[in-house]
């Protein structure tokens, strides 16, 4: 067993988790750069799949880093990840929870509140931009990726619908050889 790489991933994902506001999906730049460019523990190509599975799937979308940890390090990986990932952050929400309350209040806790949404976006629009570029490839995948946001944005729709057509449009854009 890699002890000292299992220590780096849970030192790595911990705090990553530790500074993730706005959920997970704020996480995906940071946790690429890890996974991908600085330990190698897995290729744009297994990122961007386990990064699919894990939106996919019911469940917390912890299950990136839980897929992470178990492609560099196998079970005692998944497991390491997993708790590195739910602990610290757990902690300091019940540290977070109490002092909010005894500080209610207070006018700076309500001004630093209201500047959290624009650094959230901000987050989320990086963690986009990295995951559309390992993971969109060629016209028929910006068409697709396009599309998607474009339908769930403008209209009261599911999601299952263009979920569906764009599985319909990618298996038929490979059938005749569009995608690789």
């Given at each position: 067993?890699?002890?000292?790489?299992?220590?780096?991933?849970?030192?790595?994902?911990?705090?990553?988790?530790?500074?993730?506001?706005?959920?997970?999906?704020?996480?995906?730049?940071?946790?690429?750069r890890l996974s991908v460019?600085?330990?190698?523990?897995?290729?744009?190509?297994?990122?961007?799949?386990?990064?699919?599975?894990?939106?996919?799937?019911?469940?917390?979308?912890?299950?990136?880093?839980?897929?992470?940890?178990?492609?560099?390090?196998?079970?005692?990986?998944?497991?390491?990840?997993?708790?590195?990932?739910?602990?610290?952050?757990?902690?300091l929400a019940v540290i977070?929870?109490?002092?909010?309350?005894?500080?209610?209040?207070?006018?700076?806790?309500?001004?630093?509140?209201?500047?959290?949404?624009?650094?959230?976006?901000?987050?989320?629009?990086?963690?986009?931009?990295?995951?559309?570029?390992?993971a969109v490839d060629g016209?028929?995948?910006?068409?697709?990726?396009?599309?998607?946001?474009?339908?769930?944005?403008?209209?009261?729709?599911?999601?299952?619908?263009?979920?569906?057509?764009?599985?319909?449009?990618?298996?038929?854009?490979?059938?005749?050889?569009?995608?690789?």
């Open positions: 067993m890699n002890i000292a790489g299992l220590f780096i991933l849970a030192i790595s994902f911990a705090t990553t988790a530790l500074v993730s506001f706005g959920g997970i999906l704020v996480m995906v730049p940071e946790i690429h460019e600085v330990y190698r523990w897995a290729s744009d190509a297994e990122f961007a799949s386990a990064f699919a599975v894990s939106q996919m799937a019911p469940g917390p979308n912890i299950m990136l880093m839980s897929l992470i940890g178990w492609r560099g390090f196998g079970i005692s990986g998944l497991l390491v990840a997993t708790f590195a990932v739910i602990l610290p952050p757990g902690i977070a929870g109490r002092m909010e309350a005894r500080f209610s209040s207070s006018a700076i806790l309500k001004l630093a509140r209201s500047s959290l949404p624009p650094i959230v976006i901000g987050l989320m629009m990086a963690s986009a931009l990295i995951t559309a570029r390992i016209f028929i995948g910006i068409f697709i990726a396009a599309g998607v946001a474009i339908f769930v944005a403008l209209t009261k729709q599911n999601p299952l619908i263009p979920i569906v057509l764009s599985i319909v449009v990618g298996v038929v854009a490979g059938r005749l050889g569009y995608l690789a």
